[in-house]
């Protein structure tokens, strides 16, 4: 790599016809709006505390204000839609989910209308609730198999358990078919649970509508950007669906669980015959949640406010009634019935890893045929157009840990420190979870093999750096040529090769995928061909196996409690210190960009809210002010909801609109991983409809970097790299050591002030518009004073 150092210079100061505003979009992390404006006098002008538009004090009507030349700042602050209150650390819970929903969006730049599409979306879609149902078969197979089934129905289990006294022994609750439904509970509240926070989100995010006129709408013969179509950000009847047929999907694969039981134990009379009528019910139900899923997917090209009132509410409705009649079956008198090992039917989960291995693939397939029929003008996308199915499998890994792990943990908490499945007082978890939890320390081990990879390579591209450090500045007195400084020279050249471990990501994420892949795999073949725990399995095999078999199902178990209390902590941590949540939020921030198009149980999409926000504003603005130039400044993620909003403008209104990003991950993260939507080819076109537009890059930040269009796409957008720090050694300007600053503080380069002024004077040599109805005045503040959320750095 070579290291390069190019100059930003501005235009000539022109005059202005009109006012000027600069809307500042903060990036991950999230920040204050006093710290965003410099001031601490700040006011609410339109918004809320969750997300809303400030500006100083001084500058509530500074557009009527005489002779103004400077632009006017204002702040849009939505760091309350990604953080707050810590219990929602309680969604990293849901991580599979969120994954499970990149995948749908990761996928090559292919046309809208290649029938590959279509396959992949219903194949996502149908992946997604695999993993609902695999959530509430490992919430069901931990209290009804674990508890209910296994340790309620014994003596030495059951002994010195309190909580379990009334379901052992001879009491009305202590028939196994009621024990069940004691059981059952847990996993049908759970389901409760997920619709409430998927219905109470839902109306929060995925309600906010564009302005009238927003957007390019899709016509005959013509293909405009996926962005810039009026519904992308408005998914209220996709949502709605997608919860209803998971909701109903939780319901009845607890009510499957009820009925493979009793289905066993009955041999004949009404019971049977009952149980035949309701597996007739539960399969006409799997039947209606498959067709909801697979029928329709997102409406994009208009908003899409239809009520499909028997999707919503009709089928978790039925669902509940079919749950409650194998309720009722489920605990109907059998005296001579006794529990005995594991409950029917728990090699399902087996089963359902399969069928996940089956989705993948298609998946893989469809993903293959739409990088074949992609432009040849676009940029390869990382994993050869393969990352939504490599998204999508570590989605089914993380699920199978979680389930595997848990329940292994949780069997050997109630068998009092034997090994369950090894000869003690319980059958344990199904062989197939207990295969699953074995490979977590094989795992892990990958994970740091990787990492230890990662380093070396940071290693090696430091040694190379070091020697070029010096030349950058060159310029300065005394020049570092001269009087080089061997420390400071080595922290520079550490940033820059720790920054481009960001470039090495695709290939440790498809080397993780494929190794678990293969552990996976193998778990699940281990599991049928022995139809024992691996500690079982293991006995008489050559040392050191059965050790090694002993030690990763004890360990896995381990592992996996100690993971998931780590998950809430670093999740509950990140949600209240914004230190913490600027060194992690840039990837939940990048999975929680994206609308609930495949899990709707997955966190809620914060763009929904935030992108309508800037359109309303810019638009009324632009409305209000018709001879104005705004400058829309995003950094970091910020960037990323700036580009997002000016695509939804009318496109009479996006000439009248300069852009600037800085730090931004437009082409690092989303045009690599999400080329349907922020490739190259997209890119450039918006360039073409937005010509003032500058980005600003250093290479010691390893979030942002260039936008990188293709030549021929018109004028230049990227600046940079700017230097970082600003100055080698101590000047007669800056006596003392400049920071490396890397993400943040774009602010402090002088380049920053000189491309806002290019961008400026760019736009006040456009015509104003002629003609137009200005409705929608300017907005009058709302005297709000005070900070919008939590302190934090400056984004």
Same mark, same amino acid.
């Given at each position: ?9 501005g235009r ?10 600069e ?12 710290r965003?404006?410099?001031d601490p006098?700040?006011v609410l ?31 849009y602050?939505w760091?309350?839609?990604t953080s ?10 849901l991580l599979?989910f ?13 046309s809208?209308?290649?029938r590959?599409?279509h ?9 997604a ?10 919430a ?20 010195n ?39 109470r ?13 927003a ?25 709605a ?17 009820l009925?493979a039981v ?8 009404a019971?049977?015959?009952?149980g ?7 399969a006409?139900?799997?039947a209606?949640v498959?067709?909801?899923v697979?029928?329709? $997917?997102?409406c994009?090209?208009? !908003?899409? &406010?239809?009520d /499909? #009132?028997? =999707?919503?509410r009709?089928?978790? *409705? +039925? ?11 489920s605990?109907?008198s059998r ?28 998946l ?13 003008d676009?940029e390869?996308p990382?994993l ?5 199915p ?13 389930s $595997?792990?848990?329940?292994?943990? !949780?069997? &050997?908490?109630? /068998? #009092?420190g =034997?090994?369950?499945?090894?000869? *003690? +007082?319980l059958?344990?978890?199904p ?6 939890a074995?490979?977590i ?10 990492g ?18 010096p030349g950058?500045?060159a310029?300065?007195?005394?020049s570092?040529l001269?009087?080089?400084n ?15 471990l ?8 498809g080397?993780?995928a494929?190794?678990? !892949?293969?552990l996976?795999?193998?778990?699940? =073949?281990?599991?049928w061909?022995? *139809? ?28 996996m409690?100690?993971?998931?209390v780590?998950?809430?902590?670093m ?5 209240k ?13 990048v ?8 899990h ?5 999409c914060?763009?929904?809210?935030a ?6 504003r ?9 001879d ?6 995003g950094?970091?993620?910020g ?9 939804q403008?009318?496109p009479?209104?996006?000439?009248r609109?300069?852009l ?6 437009l ?14 080819g997209?890119?450039a076109?918006?360039?073409r409809?937005?010509d003032a ?8 930040d390893?979030?942002?970097?260039p ?5 021929g ?6 600046r940079?790299?700017?230097?970082d ?6 000047t007669a ?14 602010q ?5 002030d000189?491309a ?27 005297v709000?004073?005070?900070?919008a959320?939590?302190p934090g750095t400056a984004?």
């Open positions: 790599m070579r290291l390069e150092q190019r100059t930003t210079s000539g100061e022109a005059r202005r016809p009109g006012p000027a505003l809307l500042l979009v903060h990036g991950v992390g999230g920040t204050t709006p006093e965003m404006l410099g006098r700040t002008v339109t918004g809320d505390s969750t997300a809303g538009i400030y500006r100083r004090r001084d500058d509530v009507d500074a557009e009527s204000a005489a002779g103004r030349t400077a632009p006017v700042p204002e702040a602050c760091s309350n839609l707050g209150n810590g219990a929602r650390a309680l969604w990293l819970i599979p969120m994954v499970a929903n990149l995948a749908h969006w990761a996928r090559p730049a292919a809208a209308r290649h590959g599409q396959v992949y979306d219903v194949l996502v879609r149908l992946l609730l695999t993993l609902t149902v695999l959530l509430v078969a490992a069901a197979e931990v209290t009804m198999d674990l508890i209910a089934w296994q340790c309620a129905g014994s003596a030495h289990c059951a002994a358990k309190s909580w379990l006294g009334f379901m052992a022994g001879d009491g009305w609750w202590a028939q196994p078919g009621r024990r069940l439904l004691l059981g059952a509970a847990v996993p049908a509240l759970l389901t409760g649970l997920l619709w409430w926070l998927s219905h989100t839902w109306s929060a995010y995925e309600s906010a509508s564009p302005p009238p006129g957007g390019v709408p899709r016509r005959d013969g013509d293909e405009p950007p996926v962005l810039s179509l009026p519904g992308f950000w408005y998914g209220r009847r996709l949502v669906r997608l919860r209803a047929a998971h909701t109903a999907a939780g319901l009845l694969t607890v009510a499957c669980a009925w009793t289905a066993e134990e009955d041999d004949g009379g019971l049977r015959a009952t035949w009528a309701l597996a007739g019910l539960l006409a139900g799997w209606a498959v067709w909801v697979g029928r329709r $997917g997102r994009e090209a208009e !908003l899409d &406010d239809t /499909d #009132r028997w =999707a919503v009709a089928l978790p *409705g +039925a669902a509940v009634a079919v749950l409650l009649l194998t309720a009722v079956h605990g109907w005296p001579e019935w006794t529990s005995d090992g594991r409950l029917t039917g728990t090699h399902f989960f087996g089963g359902l890893a399969v069928l996940q291995g089956v989705l993948i693939a298609g893989a397939v469809a993903a293959w045929r739409l990088q074949r029929s992609a432009s040849p676009e390869p990382v050869k157009g393969l990352a939504g490599v998204v999508a499998l570590l989605a089914c890994a993380l699920a199978g840990v979680f $595997g792990g848990l329940t292994q943990r !949780l069997a &050997d908490w109630l /068998d #009092r =034997a090994t369950p499945g090894e000869g *003690g +007082a059958a344990g978890p062989v197939e979870l207990s295969w699953q074995t490979v320390p094989l795992v892990l081990l990958t994970v740091a093999g990787l230890a990879l990662a380093a070396a390579k940071s290693w090696r591209l430091r040694r190379r750096i070091v020697e070029e450090v950058l500045y310029d300065e007195e005394p570092p001269e009087q080089p061997k420390p400071r020279t080595h922290s520079i050249a550490a940033a820059v090769s720790r920054a481009q960001t470039d090495f990501g695709p290939v440790v994420l080397t993780a494929l190794i678990v !892949l293969l996976g795999g193998g778990a699940i =073949a281990g599991a061909a022995t *139809g024992e725990v691996p500690g079982v399995a293991a006995r008489g095999a050559p040392e050191p196996v059965p050790g090694l078999a002993q030690t990763g199902q004890a360990l896995g178990s381990w592992l409690g100690a993971f998931f780590l998950l809430l902590t999740g509950r941590r990140a949600y210190d914004p230190a913490a949540r600027r060194s992690i939020g840039i990837l939940w921030d999975g929680t960009f994206w609308p609930r198009a495949a709707p149980f997955a966190p809620p914060y763009a929904e809210r992108v309508p926000d800037l359109t309303w810019i638009s009324k603005w632009t409305a209000a002010h018709q104005g130039q705004l400058v829309l400044s950094h970091s993620q960037s990323v909801l700036a580009a997002a909003a000016v695509w403008l009318a009479e209104d996006r000439g609109v300069a600037l990003t800085y730090g931004s991950p082409h690092r993260l989303y045009g690599r991983w999400f080329p349907g939507y922020f490739g190259t997209r890119l076109d918006l360039h409809e937005l537009w500058t980005n600003l890059w250093r290479q010691t390893p979030i942002g970097g936008v990188g269009l293709p030549e796409a018109g004028s230049e957008v990227d940079g790299p700017l230097k720090p600003l100055c080698y050694g101590r300007r800056r006596p003392l050591p400049s920071p490396i600053l890397g993400h943040s503080d774009y402090a380069d002088p380049a920053f000189a806002r002024r290019a961008l400026l004077d760019r736009l006040a040599a456009v015509p104003a518009p002629r003609g137009r109805d200005g409705t929608g005045g300017p907005v009058r503040p709302v709000t004073e005070g900070p959320g939590p984004g």
